[in-house]
């Protein structure tokens, strides 16, 4: 009857989720399993606490340094240290994701982006607060980033896709900018996306004509792409892991290899 049409929407309605579906870009963090090698193994000494810096970059007016600090595999840091040029120590610490291995500070000056290993974001620092500002979805191992010359894409190479992402950005005359666009977050984040290039891409450069150039550690290669990061246009196979590369004249990148050329 009527009575109990109402009665079962009404129960239908207040098992409803409110909130609808679960957002799959919303960030998230991975922890590590625990270490079974502990102090009931024969072999287990203490060891002392490691930050282990992976990356640093300088800001542009020269007196800070930021470095971020990754941590190990079983316990990642969340922090970049900001570090006084000319005395040489540690003004503070600027809690980001888990394990930052990359930085990358926007042309314009003001803002740092963050690469965070474990985490499903990029932070963003306001170099003038040394506060993070933006906390953007990205997928987890991103491991490298890089912004264009004029400042109005940003790259990042990631190890789970094998490709690199592009930001579209929209950039103020003080230097603030916004991520108007993507190339990923349009799709599932278990979902192929981006610029495939050579297996586990790690490191990542610039040039100065805007070609995006990508170093994979398993894929033995660096891969080129067109400016503005949605087109590959090349591959140098260099029979060995790329572990840096840096910015340079075009049509050269360097890649230093840890074995082999």
Known sequence: ??????????????????AGPPDPWATRSLEPEPNPFGPGDPLWAPQPHRDRPRAAALASDGATLYVALAGHEDVPSHQVAVIDVASRTVRRRIDVGQAPVALALHPAGRYLA????????????????????????????????????????????????????TWDLQVEPDGRFAIVDDDYRARAPWQAMGVPVATNPDVLAVGPDGRVWVGAVAGQAVDVLAPGGRRAVGTNVTSSPSRSTTNASSPLALATMSIGA
């Open 1 to 18: 009857d009527v009575r109990a049409l109402l009665i079962v929407a009404a129960l239908a309605s207040a098992c409803a989720d409110p």
């Open 114 to 165: 963050v690469a965070n290993l474990l985490s499903s974001w990029v932070s963003v620092i306001d170099t003038r607060t040394d506060r993070v500002v933006l906390e953007q979805p990205a997928p987890w191992y991103t491991t490298a980033i890089g912004f264009a010359p004029d400042g109005r894409h940003a790259y990042l190479a990631n190890r789970w896709k094998d490709a690199v992402l």
